[in-house]
């Protein structure tokens, strides 16, 4: 498969009063056309900033030290706004937590559909109606016609993600960014949301770059997980390797922190709390907070290390003289519950 987005070695800072925030400390990762890449970590940890960062919709005291975002091969860092506004919400359309915040409450739906592809794909008033109903169709909204009419606040929470996503798709875009798209919805909607994201990968092919501070969505979406921290890309791989051979103690973290079945309140918590990007450590950031951290991971920041052709993990427990580490016998019981959910999910056909 080819990228149709290269990412290499990103750096971005932040003006403020208190100095310098090294919020992006070299983040590279390829898209490949067609694949659902989800991006995983805490609050804090940069994924908003990388993907606004690809938009180019940074706020005025942000920095892009250093990096490329090849998109078809052209450098987006280096477009001009003018250009950029061609690939905006045309061939790039992003999607954000909160629906509200796109949509306009004065408009009727139909208008807030059909307007954009009158002025980007020059259609004109009637097949802007036809194509405006045909995605809500697709994104799963009954009585397109009669709804077309109605405003925002006659939609709900879900329906209303609906409306936004079919806005986002309707100038096929080559990918969508979905930034937690499901987070301000209640569970049960969020299942749907999620199913509606998928089905459309599968029937319009778009790449998806989805962000996450929960993995337990992400085994039912996406096909490659990028797991960051503190402005860093920790590990990366499909996701069956990250879910069943995880290799850094920060994704053990957060798979052991996930919510089962069984228990709707996760057990445990990651100890301890993200360094301040204002002055982030020497070595392996993540060491504080790790249980096996040992010498150099406080002194020098380990490198991407070689898992398989498709994983990398950027921990010193992959340096051949490290002790060889099982993951802690907690982790490995939530693996197992876990691996028995993702079998049962993957026989009903992947519907959660
Ligand atoms: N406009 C800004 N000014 C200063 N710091 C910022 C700004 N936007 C984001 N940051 C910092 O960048 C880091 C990454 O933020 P973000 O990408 O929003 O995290 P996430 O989306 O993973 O929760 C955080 O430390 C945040 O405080
Ligand atoms: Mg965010």
């Not at 005025?60 to 078809?72: D, H, S, V, Y």
């Not at 016609?145 to 109605?150: D, N, P, V, W, Y």
């Not at 199913?195 to 790449?207: C, G, P, R």
């Not at 079945?261 to 360094?275: D, F, V």
Request: aromatic share 6%; with cysteine; proline share 6%.
């Amino acid at each position: 498969m080819s990228n149709i987005l290269e990412v290499k070695d990103l750096n971005i800072t932040f003006d403020t009063y208190a100095g310098k925030v090294q919020a992006i400390r070299g983040v590279s990762f390829d898209l490949k056309k067609g694949e659902t890449l989800a991006i995983v970590g805490e609050s804090g940890s940069g994924k908003s900033v990388t993907t606004r960062s690809i938009m180019q919709l940074l706020s005025l005291n942000a920095n892009i030290e250093e990096g490329q975002i090849l998109f078809n091969g052209q450098d987006l860092v280096q477009t001009s706004e003018k250009d950029m506004q061609k690939i905006r919400g045309k061939k790039i359309a992003m999607i954000f937590q909160d629906p509200m915040t796109s949509l306009n409450p004065t408009m009727t739906i139909g208008k807030q559909i059909a307007e954009p592809l009158r002025l980007h794909q020059k259609l004109n008033k009637d097949k802007a109606h036809d194509r405006a109903l045909e995605l809500l169709e697709l994104v799963g909204l009954p009585d397109a016609e009669k709804r077309m009419k109605q405003y925002p606040h006659q939609f709900s929470g879900g329906q209303r993600q609906r409306v936004v996503i079919a806005i986002a798709l309707a100038c096929n875009p080559d990918i969508l960014i979905a930034d937690e798209p499901t987070t301000a919805l209640d569970v049960t909607i969020q299942a749907q949301i999620l199913e509606l994201m998928k089905e459309l990968q599968e029937k319009i092919n778009t790449s998806i770059i989805f962000i996450t501070h929960d993995l337990g969505v992400v085994a039912n979406v996406a096909d490659r997980v990028a797991v960051m921290y503190a402005g860093k890309f920790v590990e990366v791989g499909s996701v069956d390797e990250v879910f069943y051979n995880p290799q850094h103690p920060y994704t053990w973290g957060l798979l052991a922190s996930m919510p089962t079945l069984e228990t709707s309140n996760s057990l445990y918590a990651i100890p301890g709390t993200p360094p301040d990007l204002l002055d982030p450590p020497k070595g392996d950031a993540f060491a504080p907070r790790n249980e096996f951290a040992m010498k150099i991971d406080t002194e020098l920041e380990p490198p991407m290390f070689k898992v398989s052709e498709t994983h990398y993990a950027a921990t010193w427990l992959l340096h051949e003289d490290a002790p060889a580490i099982d993951p802690p016998a907690e982790i490995k019981a939530r693996q197992k519950l876990y691996k028995e959910k993702y079998a049962a999910l993957h026989s009903k056909g992947g519907n959660l």
